[in-house]
């Protein structure tokens, strides 16, 4: 089927002027309409991409834990850490490094049943702090599959936190290259 210049000048008319005829039900149905559309994208976009919805939940509050919002700035949670963390493992090819978190956050609940009989996020935030001082115990020299994720999961925390726009501007306080007025601000070896 071809589409001759004209039919194609005609169709575009028709639908620029669409919006202009009937603006009643018709547009507040296509506001609606667009509204929705958009909560749907925001929706796929923060869905998780790599782990489950549980697991994503657990990675989000450990890290939290790991960077929690102070008065200085706001925490893992605010910077997005965990949405880094899943898109990171998402575009990963290293498929060991995949089995490593699934197991790893695995380990985490196992270790909060071990400690309070129950899951990591059923906890009360003592026991879950409890959970992670655990595992942060072993971290010089991890010998459970815990104490191995940590090392992981703190590496991978920090990481994603202060390469986001919080943690470079809100924590670090960054302000781009400017000019330094007055004395020189860098190192001096004297």
Same mark, same amino acid.
């Given at each position: 089927? @071809?589409?001759?210049?004209?039919?194609?000048?005609?169709? @575009?008319?028709?639908?620029?002027?669409? *919006?202009?005829?009937?603006?009643?039900?018709?547009?507040?149905?296509?506001?609606?309409?667009?509204?929705?559309?958009?909560?749907?994208?925001?929706?796929?976009?923060?869905?998780? =991409?790599?782990?489950?919805? *549980?697991?994503?939940?657990?990675?989000?509050?450990? #890290?939290?834990?790991?960077?929690?919002?102070?008065?200085?700035?706001?925490?893992?949670?605010?910077?997005? /850490?965990? @949405?880094?963390?899943?898109?990171?493992?998402?575009?990963?090819? $290293?498929? $060991?490094?995949?089995?490593?978190?699934? #197991?790893?956050?695995?380990?985490?609940?196992?270790?909060?049943?071990?400690?309070?009989?129950?899951?990591?996020?059923?906890?009360?935030?003592?026991?879950?702090?409890? /959970?992670? @001082? =655990?595992?942060?115990?072993?971290? +010089?020299?991890?010998?459970?599959?815990?104490?191995?994720?940590?090392?992981?999961? =703190?590496?991978?925390?920090?990481?994603?936190?202060? #390469?986001? +726009?919080?943690?470079?501007?809100?924590?670090?306080?960054? +302000?781009?290259?400017?000019?330094?007025?007055?004395?020189?601000?860098?190192? $001096?070896?004297?």
């Amino acid at each position: 089927m @071809t589409v001759t210049r004209r039919e194609m000048l005609a169709a @575009t008319a028709a639908a620029l002027a669409a *919006p202009l005829v009937a603006p009643g039900a018709a547009g507040a149905a296509g506001a609606a309409g667009a509204a929705g559309a958009a909560q749907a994208a925001q929706a796929a976009r923060m869905a998780p =991409k790599f782990f489950t919805a *549980p697991e994503f939940a657990l990675l989000d509050e450990l #890290s939290d834990l790991i960077i929690p919002t102070d008065a200085h700035s706001p925490g893992a949670r605010v910077a997005g /850490v965990a @949405t880094y963390i899943d898109l990171r493992l998402a575009e990963s090819l $290293d498929t $060991d490094q995949q089995a490593k978190w699934h #197991s790893g956050l695995a380990a985490v609940d196992t270790l909060s049943q071990e400690l309070h009989g129950k899951a990591f996020l059923q906890g009360t935030p003592e026991q879950r702090l409890a /959970v992670l @001082t =655990k595992m942060a115990a072993g971290e +010089k020299d991890p010998k459970t599959p815990a104490e191995h994720f940590f090392q992981q999961l =703190k590496g991978w925390t920090v990481r994603a936190y202060y #390469s986001s +726009k919080v943690g470079i501007h809100a924590d670090q306080q960054y +302000k781009g290259n400017v000019y330094q007025r007055g004395e020189y601000a860098g190192y $001096d070896a004297k």
